[in-house]
T-cell receptor, first 113, second 111 residues
Framework: DSGVTQTPKHLITATGQRVTLRCSPR?????VYWYQQSLDQGLQFLIQ???????AKGNILERFSAQQFPDLHSELNLSSLELGDSALYFC????????????FGDGTRLSIL | GENVEQHPSTLSVQEGDSAVIKCTYS??????FPWYKQELGKRPQLIID?????GEKKDQRIAVTLNKTAKHFSLHITETQPEDSAVYFC??????????FGSGTKLNVKP
């Protein structure tokens, strides 16, 4: 158990819909990272938050947004969903802002029908 | 931005043999290089990492080497066991949160 909690584990929805993925970091960790992993693909960095503020942005689509709340949990919002958005979405957390080991949650598997 | 290339994409070895996975990066400012192991259907788990001020790091059967001049780093697994079978990812970061991952190496250890 990494200490990083992601909900829900599975999500099935239709094209055009909007979903919210939730992540609770390990106790004491201030940074939260979001990644997308498509089938048999690598990990694509989406966005990072540190102590409530956006710190780094990767290849995140404009239809996607995220935020980190005062209690440090984070949410990733995906809207106007397309078939290609089907993927495993991972959240990771670390203690610091920069180059620190990241601990991954078990992921949310999103299926778009 | 950074570009991380990882080779080979698949690697099959006999139990007890060594396995080597190589990654190259493009951004000379990258200074942190973690390696993750991902078993089928599970989350990536950090197995070892190295920072740019170190050339080599070992942890039991696992070692990582870094050549900053050539901008490449490698994962070495000795005395491989069937439970080492998984997908391995390398990554590079220059700080400020952005991590760039390689495309992964599927390691199969045959008993």
């Amino acid at each position: 158990d990494s200490g990083v909690t992601q909900t829900p584990k599975h999500l099935i929805t239709a094209t055009g819909q909007r979903v919210t993925l939730r992540c609770s970091p390990r106790s004491g960790d201030l940074s939260v990272y979001w990644y997308q992993q498509s089938l048999d693909q690598g990990l694509q960095f989406l966005i990072q938050y540190y102590n409530g503020e956006e710190r780094a942005k990767g290849n995140i689509l404009e239809r996607f947004s995220a935020q980190q709340f005062p209690d440090l949990h984070s949410e990733l919002n995906l809207s106007s969903l397309e078939l290609g958005d089907s993927a495993l979405y991972f959240c990771a957390s670390s203690g610091g802002e920069g180059n620190q080991p990241q601990h991954f949650g078990d992921g949310t598997r999103l299926s778009i029908l | 931005g950074e570009n991380v290339e990882q080779h080979p994409s698949t690697l099959s070895v006999q139990e007890g043999d060594s396995a080597v996975i190589k990654c190259t990066y493009s951004d000379s400012a990258s200074n942190y290089f973690p390696w993750y192991k991902q078993e089928l259907g599970k989350r990536p788990q950090l197995i070892i990492d190295i920072r740019s001020n170190v050339g080599e790091k070992k942890d039991q059967r696992i070692a990582v080497t870094l050549n900053k001049t050539a901008k490449h780093f490698s994962l070495h697994i000795t005395e491989t066991q069937p439970e080492d079978s998984a997908v391995y990812f390398c990554a590079a970061s220059r700080g400020f949160g952005k991590f760039y991952f390689g495309s992964g190496t599927k390691l199969n250890v045959k008993p």
